[in-house]
């Protein structure tokens, strides 16, 4: 019954932008903490951003604190990343997930973001 159901991946060159987008289903969206995670080429999955419930505390990893900003809208059960100052290392496959830090239940399908010139 829960969905996440990520969106806008693509290809941008290093040192451009991106905005991601999660539309969450299936659960009361107001009632949990909500990630990201990533999972580049041949590594595991790496937490890196996580949102309070009412959108106001977030917390990220040092590999993308300064460039990445994650945001929520309650009010349209949506999850978003912004991403700038891309780097090619940044390249992996994107996932929003509900919870917080290591403690995540459910995640989507991803999106791939590959940052190469």
């Known amino acids: 019954e829960v969905q996440l159901v990520e969106s806008g991946g693509g290809l941008v060159q290093p040192g451009g932008s991106l905005r991601l987008s999660c539309a969450a289903s299936?659960?009361?969206?107001?009632?949990?903490?909500m990630s990201w995670v990533r999972q580049a080429p041949g590594k595991g999955r790496e937490w890196f951003a996580t949102?309070?419930?009412?959108?106001?505390?977030?917390n990220y990893a040092d590999s993308v604190k300064g460039r990445f900003t994650v945001s929520r809208d309650n009010a349209k059960n949506m999850l978003y990343l912004q991403m700038n100052s891309l780097k090619p290392e940044d390249t992996a496959v994107y996932y929003c997930?509900?919870?917080?830090?290591?403690?995540?239940?459910?995640w989507g399908q991803g999106t791939q973001v590959t940052v190469s010139s």
């Open positions: 997930a509900r919870g917080a830090y290591a403690n995540l239940d459910y």
């Open positions: 299936g659960f009361t969206f107001t009632n949990y903490y």
């Open positions: 949102i309070n419930i009412g959108g106001g505390v977030t």
